[in-house]
């Protein structure tokens, strides 16, 4: 009784040492960086809140990513006006279809932006242009007041 009670406080302990350690991994990096000048990774360009709050109050053509991770989205029950969400590993799929040179603003609640900015260079690497990433991301956007809508259920 005591031996199976040790192995199971061993598999437990286990257990919890490989939920902690592949808690903390990050999705792939898309196989095809976009390449700048002399074969360095093209740098991700940023919008402010207010940039995208003016863009979006003058109806300007473009398409917003919400690529908060589906906990996350999940929790809220707003996103913003007009955005579409999608898990980082779909982002080109999801926008197959779309003209490369429309302008595309992706955004997410990781605290420096990491799962937008992935996004943003897969969508650069399948020849998008204009490739933003919302600067604070969700917070960000909050507490400037920007403009947002019920999330579709």
Sequence with gaps: MKLNKRIAGVVAVLGACATI??????PDAPR???QGKQGQQAAVEFITAEELKAKISKNE????????????YSQ?????KGSLH??????????????REKEVVTYCA??????AGIA??????????????????????????GQVEARPF
Excluded: H, Y
Aim: positive net charge; proline residues 6%.
């Design 21 to 26: 350690a592949f808690a903390d991994q990050k």
């Design 32 to 34: 095809e960086k976009p």
């Design 61 to 72: 053509p473009l398409a917003i990513l919400d690529l908060r991770a589906e906990s996350a």
């Design 76 to 80: 809220s029950d707003k996103t913003i």
């Design 86 to 99: 999608t898990k980082v590993r779909k982002v080109v799929t999801r926008l197959r279809d779309a003209p």
């Design 110 to 115: 990781c605290p420096s932006g990491e799962a």
């Design 120 to 145: 943003a260079r897969s969508l650069m690497a399948s020849g998008f242009k204009r490739v933003r990433v919302l600067k604070g991301g969700w917070n960000a956007w909050l507490q400037a007041g």
